[in-house]
């Protein structure tokens, strides 16, 4: 079974599907291991851990779908992947969706800004029209061809030009035949409720630190009708504050300083996967 096929029979139990942030392949795998049964490919992330700077489009189509092969082979689980606008017209968008399929994603999320585009709780994001949008999706799912890769329609409209006009592009985007829809940008429990309550079919909820919304849980995303629920930088955030941290300390110490919450190296080593590359050496190596 491919990783899209998994994720297809996942959405079809109904349940929500739970399925944290990774920047990088490093914390795919501790998603992984932490029980989830799908990781998400945050483009906000990505940037940064690439970068080092803001998620203002900088990263490339190649750049992004490199960062989502290493990500799969990391993992056995569904790696849900940010695909920003598709990185330029039809020809582009096509060549994106062959280059994730390629490199083993279950799904992508295509959204409807226009270039250069930013994250989506930022300022300044510029639409393109919905017209263009549509027929953006309905490329992208042409692209598709037979495989199962799950094709999500996002659209930032909610912070740019309102609710009435992302549920309306939500639906259209629906209807040029993408599996799911995605409205960015949420922040307030409300704006979660009327979503549900006003967009048919499968949806994904982002759930961003810091938003209202982090008081939703699981079974608040099954009563309200979600597939999916992104916790797109939990993980991030908390890295960066303890890596920053130690290094404080250290700075301040003059020496070596070990948080008590640290692994240690051997631990470290065991969830990268060493035992498995030990065995290869032990049965294969000179």
Same mark, same amino acid.
Request: net charge negative; charged share 25%.
């Given at each position: 079974?491919t990783p899209a096929q998994r994720l297809r029979e996942l959405?079809? $139990? ?181 979503i549900a309550k006003r967009v048919e079919g499968p949806k ?12 939703? $849980? ?69």
């Amino acid at each position: 079974m491919t990783p899209a096929q998994r994720l297809r029979e996942l959405i079809a $139990t109904g349940e929500p599907i739970a399925a944290p942030g990774a920047a990088e392949p490093l914390t795919a795998r501790l998603v992984e291991q932490a029980g989830f049964p799908a990781v998400y490919m945050t483009g906000f992330g990505a940037t940064a851990i690439r970068l080092g700077t803001p998620d203002i489009g900088l990263l490339t189509q190649t750049e992004m779908s490199d960062h989502a092969r290493n990500m799969t082979r990391a993992v056995g689980i569904p790696v849900i992947a940010d695909a920003d606008n598709g990185y330029g017209g039809p020809s582009n968008i096509e060549r994106t969706v062959h280059e994730y399929i390629q490199a083993g994603v279950a799904a992508l999320h295509l959204e409807d800004q226009s270039s250069p585009k930013r994250c989506g709780h930022m300022a300044g994001i510029r639409l393109l029209d919905s017209g263009s949008s549509v027929r953006r999706i309905a490329a992208a799912v042409e692209a598709r061809g037979s495989d199962e890769l799950v094709i999500i329609a996002r659209t930032d409209a909610l912070g740019v030009s309102g609710m009435l006009d992302a549920i309306e592009r939500a639906s259209m985007y629906r209807d040029s035949g993408a599996d799911m829809v995605f409205i960015d940008g949420v922040k307030r429990i409300a704006e979660v409720e009327e979503i549900a309550k006003r967009v048919e079919g499968p949806k994904v909820l982002p759930i961003v630190a810091g938003a209202e919304t982090e008081r939703l $849980t699981l079974d608040d995303a099954r009563e309200l009708g979600f597939s999916i629920v992104l916790y797109a930088l939990d993980a991030l955030f908390a890295a960066t504050k303890a890596a920053a941290e130690t290094l404080a300390a250290m700075r301040q110490a003059g020496r070596s300083v070990r948080d008590e919450r640290a692994l240690g190296y051997e631990e470290f080593q065991r969830m990268v996967g060493i035992e498995h590359h030990q065995d290869l050496d032990h049965r294969f190596g000179g």
